[in-house]
């Protein structure tokens, strides 16, 4: 930015500078030029004279703690104007408080929760009549105090302090503001010392909104935005600030004012322009820092802040050096696809920037105006990292003499019409039955979610029924007992399993070591284990209400004891969630195919061949396709459909 | 007979073993660490009984674990299984496949003091240990990472930089049902330590 220092001093690290004295040196220098305030950054307090500021949020205090305290610090020269201008830009920034704070979430010190304390004993001591009112010996003092009464080793830091008649409020982290409450009764330059919570916060003494020189101030920004602002190409350009005439007329280059608060409101101001992230993500694409004298990119910090999403950025002609000047940048800015760093010294000192700035930004195409991705490698770099679940075949189905496709059919079918009759033929004294309802099961989003009411009072779901008696009793053991609680079940309606197949999903394989019923092979007897996957409707009994809910069943099947039907079942596990469609299999006949092309064809207009694409897309699941169709539209070509 | 398992017994065994299966199966699973441990295969005494494990993965029968194993990595990294429902019922109270014999009830013959029903098979066999289980879980299998929310080291907003559609994992459902029998090796005086007491001999998946 135009007169920009040199990096170090320009760039301090907001983090590092609380509890040095040097930081706190702005305050004895400002002294002299009026009853001007500094907080604990050397950044000039809000406001003076008026009664208000309102600071009781921490998020807000944090705010003003800008990367630019060594600037304010030579402003005893000409203290007012600079001092105006940088509470005006300081409200611009903290005008917005939820925005702002929400943009800053990520950085440690913002959420950390931070704790107000109220120290009195200063005005008494002898420390009063320093230059300076002695705040700053006394924070010295008390963080000192802090860390040698409580025998630690980090350092213990007063964030913020703020002096408001007999009281000095701080703040500090939690953690440290507990050590520092056990300074409470120490005596300071003669005099006691009381510390204790301020849970009020520091006292408030600006709660009016923005005077008319902030509002002049943000129009004049927000002129400055929209003669910078291409609708267009959405391109904001905001390139060779320093030589814009009416940023200059406003003095923001003058010596002591900071280009990078400057910077700062002007993504605040943005910030402020655009409602939802979509709004901005649509408004602005790309955005121009070219020429700007920037040699690191934490003095234009926000820019990734207020514009996360932006998709070209051109930092050309400024006086980035190394990849360090650029590395805080990094892990932000994941959609960059254009970054042009033409003319910066980087490009001597480093040339092989390039190969590591491609690494950093995932969607990176043109770096400096050389191609570096195609977009077709992004796209599939993206589908490599993704997982691919394990293909879906046909049923498994290993029958025994046909033993279980005959005990499935006939038990879907009676199920629905003769429960009673339907246990007494498969369930002896030994079969067991539960059910288990799972309500956190995946569905379609138009699908309402069924209420369980009718099925949780028997659910032995184990990750809800914690206890063993409650699951000891929701397993029915015995014909009666599961005959007892089928009768209260629901009446379901089942598809037919033999013309409505598709609707199902039958696995089932041999087993061996199950218990003999005729007592005789200690070593047991063999038996098949089936599970089903499907769907019914039913009716509460009570209020009549339907609904579809998708089912698996797993059942053990064994041989029955002598004189009694040839087939048990051993165990019977019922699962009952929402309804979700079965994927289709992957074995889908070339006619079943050629029905679905044309059966979407019809309801597209798509060309058999685009038709052909999103089946295939969508695995020959035909509403999955027809979905997909619905949620794409918009990015089909034109030459996907069938002119008429 | 008169030495098996209370229906009580062998419902709490079902419901334990069950649980300790299911927790550290799928955590295992989700960390992609290896599953050998938790199948029939694992045990001499299983195998040699011609007991292994039938694996049934969306229809297709893996021959191995180590095969499912592979199956398991080409679905490539981020895959995650959350379990929502399982239940567990005792299948055969006194499963006898592969028992070795010195586990055999026949054992406590020959030892002092106990004789025939009285000795510490015939405890083994009455506190559960040789309940064979079928258990049937109910879960989500998430394909992708958790969210698409940008590096959580740098300071970019809760709006986040990447648009929701593209890039969020797809989830689906899935239902596996299990049948677990006694691990011999497990079971006895002279057991190695850290196995696991019930494997795996039947394994149905299927994701929807």
Redesign the interface.
């Known amino acids: 930015m135009a007169p920009m220092g040199p990096k170090k001093g320009s760039a301090r690290n907001t983090q590092s500078n609380t509890g040095k004295t040097s930081s706190r040196g702005g305050i004895s220098k400002r002294r002299g030029a009026g009853p001007l305030r500094v907080d604990r950054d050397g950044d000039l307090n809000m406001d003076v004279s008026t009664t208000s500021a309102s600071r009781s949020d921490s998020k807000r205090l944090k705010n003003n703690s800008t990367p630019s305290g060594t600037v304010t610090r030579t402003s005893s020269r000409n203290p007012r104007p600079t001092a105006k201008a940088q509470q005006i830009i300081q409200r611009v920034i903290n005008g917005d408080t939820s925005q702002i704070s929400s943009r800053r979430v990520g950085r440690r010190a913002d959420t950390e929760p931070l704790v107000a304390l109220k120290v009195e004993g200063l005005k008494a001591s002898k420390a009063a009549s320093n230059q300076g009112g002695g705040v700053k010996e006394l924070l010295t003092f008390i963080e000192r105090k802090a860390k040698s009464t409580g025998q630690i080793t980090r350092p213990i830091k007063i964030r913020k302090s703020q002096r408001s008649g007999d009281f000095v409020y701080i703040t500090a982290s939690k953690e440290d503001a507990q050590e520092i409450l056990k300074v409470n009764g120490f005596t300071f330059a003669g005099a006691s010392l009381h510390i204790i919570e301020a849970p009020e916060g520091f006292p408030n003494r600006d709660s009016t909104p923005l005077s008319s020189t902030a509002l002049e101030i943000k129009e004049q920004l927000r002129s400055v935005l929209s003669t910078r602002y291409d609708v267009n190409t959405k391109l904001l350009n905001l390139s060779s600030l320093g030589e814009d005439p009416q940023l200059n007329q406003m003095g923001f280059f003058r010596g002591e004012s900071s280009p990078e608060k400057m910077f700062r409101a002007l993504m605040a101001v943005c910030d402020g322009l655009f409602k939802t992230p979509q709004a901005k993500r649509d408004a602005i694409v790309s955005i121009s820092l070219a020429g700007n004298n920037v040699n690191d990119v934490l003095q234009v910090m926000s820019l990734t802040e207020t514009f996360p999403d932006v998709v070209n950025l051109d930092l050309s002609r400024n006086q980035f050096g190394d990849l360090k000047a650029l590395q805080k940048w990094r892990h932000r800015l994941r959609n960059l696809q254009t970054l042009l760093l033409n003319e910066n010294p980087i490009e001597v000192a480093n040339p092989n920037y390039k190969a590591e700035m491609v690494t950093w930004f995932p969607k990176l195409l043109n770096l400096s105006g050389t191609q570096v991705r195609t977009p077709e490698q992004i796209a599939a770099a993206e589908a490599a990292a993704r997982p691919t679940p394990i293909p879906q075949s046909g049923p498994d189905f290993r029958d025994i003499n046909r033993i279980g496709e005959g005990f499935i059919t006939e038990f879907l079918a009676l199920y629905d019409t003769d429960r009673h009759n339907l246990a007494a033929k498969y369930y002896d004294e030994h079969s067991t039955f539960s059910i288990a309802v799972n309500t956190h099961s995946p569905h379609a989003p138009d699908v309402p979610v069924p209420t369980w009411g009718a099925y949780i009072r028997f659910s032995r779901n184990h990750m809800k029924i914690n206890h063993s008696s409650p699951r000891q009793q929701r397993l029915l053991t015995g014909l009666n007992q599961i005959q007892h609680v089928w009768r209260q079940l629901p009446p379901t309606q089942h598809p037919n399993l033999t013309t409505q197949l598709d609707k199902y999903l039958v696995d089932c394989h041999p087993i061996h070591g199950l218990a003999d019923p005729a007592g005789r092979n200690p070593l047991g007897v063999d038996g098949m284990i089936i599970t089903i996957h499907g769907e019914f409707d039913d009716q509460e009994p009570g209020t009549a209400k339907t609904a579809k809910r998708s089912f698996s069943r797993t059942f053990v099947l064994g041989p029955g004891a002598p004189d009694r039907n040839p087939i048990r079942v051993v165990s019977d596990l019922l699962s009952v969630k929402a309804f979700k469609h079965l994927p289709t299999q992957t074995t889908i006949n070339d006619q079943q195919k050629q029905q679905m092309l044309s059966e979407l064809s019809r309801l597209t207009g798509m060309t058999p061949e685009f038709s052909r694409l999103c089946l295939e897309g969508a695995n020959w699941h035909f509403n999955q396709a027809l979905a997909s169709f619905h949620e794409k539209k918009a990015q089909i070509p034109p030459e996907a459909f069938t002119t008429v | 007979?008169a030495n098996l398992p209370s229906?009580?017994t062998q419902?709490?065994v079902a419901?334990d073993a069950?649980?300790n299966f299911?927790e550290h199966y799928y955590q295992s699973l989700n960390k992609r660490q290896p599953l050998a441990q938790y199948y029939a295969s694992i045990s001499p005494h299983l195998t040699s009984a011609s007991?292994k494990p039938?694996i049934?993965?969306?229809?297709?029968?893996v021959e191995s674990v180590s095969a499912y194993e592979e199956?398991?990595n080409?679905?490539?990294?981020?895959?995650h299984y959350d379990?929502?429902?399982?239940?567990?019922?005792?299948?055969?109270?006194?499963?006898?496949?592969g028992c070795p014999e010195n586990l055999l009830p026949a054992a406590d013959e020959n030892e002092g003091g106990g004789g025939l029903g009285r000795g510490k098979v015939a405890k083994s066999i009455k506190d559960g240990d040789r309940v064979?289980i079928?258990?049937?879980v109910?879960?989500?299998?998430r394909?992708?990472k958790p969210s698409d929310a940008?590096?959580?080291?740098?300071?970019?907003?809760?709006?986040?930089?990447?648009t929701a559609a593209e890039?969020a994992p797809?989830?689906?459902?899935f239902?596996e049902?299990w049948?677990l029998?006694p691990h011999w090796e497990a079971l006895g005086r002279n057991a190695a330590r850290g196995l696991r007491k019930w494997v795996v001999?039947?394994q149905?998946f299927?994701?929807?």
């Open positions: 007979m229906l009580e419902a709490r419901s069950a649980q299911v007991v039938d049934s993965i969306n229809g297709r029968v199956l398991l080409g679905q490539g990294a981020n895959v379990i929502a429902s399982f239940d567990a019922h005792p299948v055969n109270p006194n499963y006898g496949l064979s079928a258990i049937q109910s879960g989500t299998v394909y992708g940008p590096d959580n080291d740098t300071g970019t907003a809760e709006a986040g930089t990447t890039g797809i989830e689906t459902g239902n049902s049948l029998v001999v039947s149905n299927r994701a929807f």
